[in-house]
């Protein structure tokens, strides 16, 4: 059976450090924003946010919801008291409540947990206008490749440090960097209702399915390709299904090109040009 | 003749690894000219920077409006910094009928004193080159005190025939300016320095030419860059360097180029190359593509 190449964490971790340096600094702007959700992303995103750039300029939020586990709160804290930042917690259920309630969303699970993202993308921007941040999105390859986020939610940030890596090595990254284990070990959820886990709604773990990913979207196998290589094909299927039905998430918003500038088409450019 | 061999022809390099960012052309400077005065301090006689390291790497449909001519008002501070040793630094440069080249600049005495524009425009996997920027049309040595210093960027030297093709029109030291990015994979350094460092010996050993490569590292738009600057003699053995994967700093080497002419005396690789054999083969690429 074919498996996820290896990577070097203590290599990955260095390099990522110096990402979220270099893009503080060439933004200008003096600090990072990031939600703490008392899971394995965030709290990796928080510890590489805190070595780029110190614990002086990282502030955490954490975004409860009506329907937040009071175990994922305790778990936001574990990690702002480990890294010495102080944890802002802002609930967002009043709020939530009164939007659901005007746009009758409450019932359904998934719009109302998308409102919940969104809540939470609107809390952290609000944050990073106020103290002049950046936010630090916590979205990791696996993740994004498959489409599991909110649209304008979670998937909002100014920088995705984990954007890149797997979710397989952002366990290893969680692990290298000193994540408590309680945190490690615990099913991965957006946590938007209770009793949600990415494995139950996806219907694979992530585990499974990166070298699935990877050896179709980074080396180029094909369905059969995969299967013939070793893979369950229910899981081949399943995996790509869910690939192919949302990769308009990857570019979310598309322009319609109708003269010779059109933005980020006829002109890429820049995104910090300083004289 | 022996005597002459060994007269000590002693040269200092300087590799200015650097970190820029696309578009902030004034803290780009900044950071050449603390990287020049690191060098004068060596007593170096020639500071290299990597590839775009005045404008950045990713610019995009930036250059449109970042590009250089020579007389740049905004060059000023480099040509006055040239007046106490070689300075190669990267920029896009405007041509004057139209287009703008990927070139690698050398200044020396307040003066632009050699351009190179690079040949191979990478534009496939992450790179757009060709989008940007002309090709460069000619390869030849840029003269600089007397010496001939073949210079190449980046993908120029993927191909081995520049390095051949500079060798054999008299060059006597190889500069390779890149800004190469990189990837991390499985052990401890990042794939993109592995990449440079084996293409690095390898173009050195080859023509039998002490080879100084500068690259950038840092990250610009999301792309990791990978330093490794390096310097080697004529025959793969390190000068200087390599220098860290992802700090910045200056790599200083000292090379003798009458020991480097010994070398290829002693190795006559590069003055073996059988051109006939490059010529046929453009001859059937010729009468290929007539045929198309």
């Known amino acids: 059976m074919l498996s996820l190449p290896a990577v070097d964490v203590p290599l990955l971790a260095s390099v990522l450090t110096g990402f979220l340096a270099e893009e503080l600094r060439a933004s200008g702007l003096s600090r990072y924003v990031l939600g703490l959700s008392g899971g394995l992303d965030s709290a990796v995103a928080a510890v590489l946010g805190v070595r780029a750039v110190g614990r002086d300029k990282v502030t955490c939020l954490a975004l409860p919801g009506p329907s937040s586990s009071l175990e994922s709160l305790a778990h936001a804290r574990e990690v702002a008291e480990l890294l010495g930042v102080p944890l802002g917690v802002v609930d967002l259920g009043p709020a939530a409540e009164t939007l659901a309630g005007i746009l009758g969303c409450r019932q359904d699970w998934v719009r109302f947990g998308n409102l919940m993202a969104r809540l939470r993308m609107v809390a952290l921007f609000d944050a990073a206008r106020r103290d002049g941040a950046l936010v630090l999105g916590t979205s990791n390859k696996s993740e994004i490749l498959l489409g599991y986020s909110t649209l304008f939610g979670d998937q909002a940030a100014s920088v995705h440090p984990l954007g890149d890596v797997w979710k397989t090595h952002v366990f290893a990254l969680g692990e290298y960097l000193g994540v408590p284990a309680v945190i490690l070990r615990k099913p991965p959820t957006a946590d938007l209702w209770p009793g949600q886990t990415d494995a139950g709604e996806l219907g694979f773990d992530y585990l499974e399915a990166d070298p699935v990913l990877y050896y179709h979207h980074d080396q180029g196998l094909s369905e059969e390709e995969l299967c013939a290589r070793g893979f369950r094909k229910d899981l081949v299927s399943r995996v790509l299904a869910t690939y192919r039905r949302n990769r308009f998430k990857w570019r979310p918003t598309v322009i319609a090109r109708v003269s010779a500038s059109c933005i980020n088409v006829d002109r890429i450019l820049p995104r910090n040009p300083r004289p | ?292």
């Open chain 2, 1 to 292: 003749m022996a005597g002459n061999v060994f007269r000590s022809e002693k040269l200092k390099v300087a590799l200015a690894q650097i970190a820029t960012c696309p578009g902030q052309i004034s803290a780009n400077l900044e950071t050449h000219l603390g990287a020049i005065e690191q060098a004068r301090q060596t007593q170096a006689d020639l500071v290299v920077f990597p590839e775009l390291s005045v404008s950045g790497y990713l610019l995009g449909h930036g250059v449109l409006e970042l590009a250089y001519t020579l007389d740049d008002p905004r060059l000023t501070p480099l040509r006055e910094a040239s007046r106490h040793l070689g300075i190669l630094v990267g920029l896009p440069l405007r041509e004057e009928h139209g287009g703008i080249s990927n070139a690698a600049v050398l200044m020396d005495g307040g003066n632009v004193v050699g351009v190179h524009r690079k040949l191979y425009l990478p534009t496939y996997g992450m790179f757009d080159e060709g989008r940007y920027f002309v090709p460069g049309r000619e390869l030849s040595p840029l003269s600089w005190r007397g010496r001939q210093v073949g210079v190449l960027i980046c993908e120029d030297a993927w191909h081995p025939s520049c390095a051949s093709v500079l060798v054999n029109r008299g060059a006597e030291l190889l500069i390779i300016v890149a800004g190469g990015p990189s990837e991390v994979g499985g052990d401890a350094f990042p794939q993109g320095m592995k990449r440079w460092h084996w293409i690095v010996g390898a173009t050195a050993i080859t023509t039998v030419t002490p080879t100084f490569f500068a690259n950038r590292c840092g990250w610009e738009e999301g792309i990791l860059f990978s330093g490794g600057s390096w310097a080697v003699d004529a025959r793969g053995r390190t000068l200087g360097g390599p220098a860290s994967a992802t700090e910045p700093g200056v790599v200083t080497a000292e090379v003798d180029l009458a020991v480097a002419r010994h070398h290829r005396t002693l190795a006559p690789i590069a003055q073996a190359e059988r051109w006939e054999l490059w010529q046929a083969e453009a001859e059937r690429n010729r009468a290929f593509l007539a045929r198309c």
